[in-house]
């Protein structure tokens, strides 16, 4: 067999190149496996030693990666375009193999690991090599296009159009649902973030956008049948988490997640839709409405991406509403002060109980100290000149308090 010359640049059907393979099981993550990196949710994706009993499985069963790709790892290998050769190109370097006739005695390239393959095989840079005349039933093929982008051909997720209550303007716009066949979000949580935490495995979308250094844009997740609480993210090209939030009144099952960042640099960003499963709302599986509004007229305090403005705290707050056990009931009041003291206020039993202590603050978590015994760490979620609203980091309950 003799391949084409330029057989990269003809129009139609042929094997994926080495590069390609890579890229397409990949999704655009940059760990070791297109999930992330832990070992634990390798059996809902890959079709490997541990779980295949060395068969192959029809394609679909297990949960596709962030492009909607199957069994990109595992289940079975599949042939690359290239030889194999002992000095290996760079990944990026996805060029034409100069040696265009498969010799039936020459090893060729192959991706994906199978399904008698050990967990160190299964991850996303992971290669090997056989003859072509191999007919062994770990091996297989995926087809890839080569199609002509002349003249120049721009794809439009959404035509802008104006918003009807920011003033701004609406670059995306999408209706869709998280289901079974989703993938599970793995996030970069260096701090151990509880909300990140539960968020963890859930299933979630990702789509892929182009946005310049300055650019302030609002990202609307809504539950669209009330179905999930949703939460929605923004990572990088390289999937470092920029920023995310949750929702913040699930009890009332007021289901629309908002965050608004300035971007940092020119390039392309992914916007996660995921949810949080709770015990007022424990579905991962429901319809959900995205949008995206380049604005320069919102709040900063609907978003924990810009910077908490710890003036904001100074002064008499009252209980209004918690779902967290240890916080005094509605009405008690709680004085924070510049110099960092802080005095809590409740009245029980038609008696008056005031209790002062010291409190601090470090990016959104609120740390109060009243005697030796008893601290209280909070996170905060939202913080204006009129509302402040606190959650432990190590269980669930928020609680809501008004500017007096």
Known sequence: ??????????????????AEMEYAIRAGAVTSRFFGETEDLLPKYSWYMKNSQQLTWPVGILKPNDFGLFDVQGNVFNWCQERWRTTSRAASDDKEDLALDVEPKRDRKIRGAGFSSRVPQVRSAYGSFLEPGNDNNHLGIRVARTISLDPLTTLTLTSPKKAHDQGGTIVFDKKDSLTEKDS????????????????????????????????KILIRLKSADKKIDPVV????????????????????????????????????????????????IPNKHGAFHLTVEKTSTISPADTRAEPLDKAKLVGTWEFVKST?????????????????????STKAAKQSITIEGTYTVDGDTLKIEIGKDD??????????????????????????????
């Open 184 to 215: 599970g979000w793995i996030p970069n949580n260096p701090q151990g973030d509880r909300v990140l935490k539960n968020v963890s495995g859930n299933p979630h979308k990702v789509y892929t956008l182009k946005l310049m250094k300055g650019d």
């Open 375 to 404: 601290t209280r760490t909070m996170r905060i979620i939202r913080l204006t000149d009129k509302e402040l609203v606190t959650e432990p980091p190590d269980e669930t309950g928020t609680t809501e308090l008004r500017k007096k």
């Open 233 to 280: 993210a923004l990572e990088d090209s390289r999937n470092n988490l920029i920023a995310y939030n949750d929702d913040e009144d699930n009890e009332n099952k007021i289901l629309d997640s908002r965050l608004v960042v300035t971007i940092p640099e020119d390039g392309e960003y992914r916007i996660i839709a995921t949810c949080f499963s709770h015990v007022v």
């Open 324 to 344: 967290d056990k240890k916080s005094p009931p509605p009405g008690s009041t709680v004085e924070f002060t510049k110099d960092g003291m802080v005095k809590v």
């Open 1 to 18: 067999m003799r391949l084409r010359e330029n057989y990269l640049s003809l129009q139609g059907y042929r094997l994926p190149t080495e």
